[in-house]
């Protein structure tokens, strides 16, 4: 096999010095099989290309992002012709009216927009504005569930004071009962509950958007005054054109949206209801790019083509595709394979694997085919993904079944010890 | 005169419809003269258009970003060249490590670089650091100093709440003895100490870089066991090509810096000394866009500029120029003008002016001749300003000044009331 990694070898090395632990963040492979590359240097369509030229396709999307396929034409064509207009200016240009309006017509829900750069911005904007809604404390989150990085809600705990927390209430995740009690626990209190689409955390099987729980957090929200935050900042534009909970008749107060609204340009939205705006209107919250026009020209092309096309059906039949056949070759091969969630956005852990041996295993072989999977993230479905890359991809994971049903299962390498911890919280959260 | 502002009013009345105040943030035009548009349309070099065509030498440089020129070639080809390659990938691209690599060697004091991509990504980035290195709660700031706008920092009140600066400890401002008090007063629980290169708030005069504060913050640190942060977000690469202190030999332990590193692409950082890479290892933070590689490929650009051109001198002349010449203009019609702080950031007031009725006649005068002045936010030279430029912004100001002679001064208008109640906290701060 070609497969090779020197260059990333050399670049990791680099890194080390000039970058604390080499690299940070979520895009970081420091918990991956160490086969996984660190450094990419192109991209187009479904494909991924690494620094030593190995070829992917990639399923983790840049962690979303990717929703039309990398350097979708159309988009492109919008980028380049603001980016010879400008971008980060003295002011914003009209595409950001633009931009809101289109959003706001597109979202049942959406009486207005405001625009930032990264996820947490949006999520942490809305704590800001449940507060001068209700001028109550409580945020009302789930336990384990990532709403981004700011020290509120930051999974590491390093350099975080329990007062950045003192006020953050969490519940068990699409629990309706135990966010009754955790409103009953704080009535008179609470600014906000925050909720997620449906569960889709690292180290965890995903749910499914559920019905019961988005009215129920919807009714304790409006007895009590509180303000409810969808969170939609991974999954936006993945489970519908409209907000996520739109097709149960629920509308939340607030949405943060992320990720895909630019089509990988960066640009994430907060958007709320009429009773919403006044609160909205009196926080301050900025930053050096939050206006720049390049990424809202991409996201009034990304929003168009999310309109227009049949991207989405495209995302579920290419999810649905991925997820049978994998499901059959892992009967075929005797392993018991979990493939939860949606299929657009598919979560897969090995049964009986505490230490995620056989996950880790089964991903490096996939990746040293060209096929970029992840062991316990959940993975992104792009448009751009077609039949053929599908069959190609599958042909790689029964090779992959294959190594793996002919090693001994005691001989299989424990890559990282610290992900067993990661495993067992996880377990205890959905216990 | 040909000036209109047609098409900005519709906007604007757009724009309230979908955007909550029909703008935020610091590019709000909400406080400015009525004249000074709020939506533009394209830049380029020291030139903007706004949406009715009106063309304007721009001194707010998209409130930083522009250091070389808007749409500078070099930068614009490796952008360009980078985005045919991908930029929002599944990890960094080998660029992200020459990024961190020159900017550690440029800046003598800084041995790590991590990438974000707005200014408050960075300082609230170093609080955690901080926490993280000293175990320690409290962050001394100075008193009116802007940080940024996450709830531990925004100037703007609703929606935070007391605890969220339960730690924040306030000194005055560029003051050595007022930073001793405070250190005394918390000794033993301070995790760091920010200051600004120099004064450069809103509605107030700024100051000089001061060795004799830059050197007292690193002593009491020193003792203190305390992380000395500069955040040069504002300032950077306008005072020097390597850190603002410098030229004192005073080596802060962490220093943001935004807006200019990539020419107006999104990308601040967080650079820092040996001693804190273990707690800048140790803290999970994270963005969506982080890691975009076109950012990095810009900044890679830009920093080649800084390093190899004149553009820090011909900032310097501009920027005396411009002084020199308002200067005279001032004294030739009998106005008082106060010009601080270092020429390649002008900060321009009027004397007895406390309502500001003065310099807001003035400015929006040149904003109808086509001079972008503001009348209470520090200005920023950029590296496409020519002498011919200069001349044609001090004949623009030397009319502006013959029309507000012209002006009986007890019928000048006021504007925006708020306007004196910031004033006068301002004096209040400086006093």
């Not at 959003?103 to 930032?116: D, K, N, P, R």
């Not at 939340?252 to 009773?275: C, F, H, M, R």
């Not at 990746?367 to 042909?395: C, K, T, W």
Request: glycine content about 8%; hydrophobic content about 45%; proline content about 5%.
């Amino acid at each position: 096999m070609s497969w090779t990694n020197l260059r990333n070898s050399e670049l990791k090395e680099r890194a080390a010095r000039v970058i604390p632990g080499g690299m940070y963040g979520h895009e970081s492979t420091a918990l991956l099989p160490s086969d996984f590359p660190q450094f990419f240097q192109r991209a187009e369509g479904s494909r991924l290309w690494d620094v030593d030229g190995n070829e992917y396709i990639d399923f983790m999307c840049a962690y979303g992002p990717n929703l039309l396929g990398y350097r979708d034409p159309e988009v492109e064509a919008a980028v380049q012709a603001q980016m010879e207009r400008g971008d980060t200016l003295t002011g914003p240009s009209d595409v950001m009216v633009t931009l809101a309006e289109q959003l706001v017509g597109m979202l049942s829900h959406a009486e207005w927009a405001m625009f930032c750069k990264n996820g947490t911005d949006a999520t942490s904007m809305a704590t800001v504005v449940a507060r001068a809604h209700t001028g109550k404390r409580k945020i009302l989150v789930g336990r384990g569930v990532y709403h981004g990085a700011a020290p509120w809600c930051t999974p590491g705990p390093a350099g975080i004071l329990s007062e950045d927390r003192g006020h953050i209430v969490y519940y068990r995740d699409q629990d309706p009962q135990s966010l009754a009690d955790a409103v009953k626990a704080h009535a008179g209190d609470i600014a906000a509950v925050f909720a997620t689409p449906f569960r889709h955390e690292t180290f965890r099987d995903q749910s499914e958007p559920d019905p019961t729980f988005a009215r129920e957090a919807r009714r304790l929200c409006d007895i009590e005054g509180a303000v409810l935050v969808l969170d939609e900042v991974r999954a936006a534009f993945r489970l519908s054109r409209d907000g996520a909970w739109a097709a149960f008749g629920v509308r939340p107060d607030l949405t943060s949206i992320g990720k895909v609204i630019g089509n990988g340009q960066p640009i994430s939205a907060l958007v709320g209801a009429e009773n919403m705006r006044n609160a909205a209107s009196s926080i301050f919250v900025t930053g050096s790019f939050w206006f720049s026009a390049v990424p809202m020209a991409a996201a009034v092309a990304t929003l168009k083509i999310i309109r227009e096309s049949d991207y989405l059906e495209r995302l579920e039949r290419m999810g649905q595709l991925l997820r049978e056949g994998l499901a059959a070759q892992a009967v075929a091969h005797g392993f018991g394979l979990r493939q939860t969630g949606p299929v657009t956005m598919p979560q897969i852990f090995f049964a009986d694997d505490p230490e995620m041996r056989l996950g880790y295993f089964w991903t490096a072989a996939a990746v040293r085919r060209g096929v970029y999977l992840h062991p316990y993230h959940n993975m992104f479905m792009n448009a751009a993904l077609s039949e053929a890359d599908i069959a190609q991809v599958l042909q790689a994971t029964d090779e992959a079944f294959d190594l793996l049903k002919a090693q001994d299962r005691t001989q299989l390498p424990l890559e990282h010890p610290p992900v067993r911890g990661r495993l067992e919280r996880a377990a205890l959260l959905s216990a």
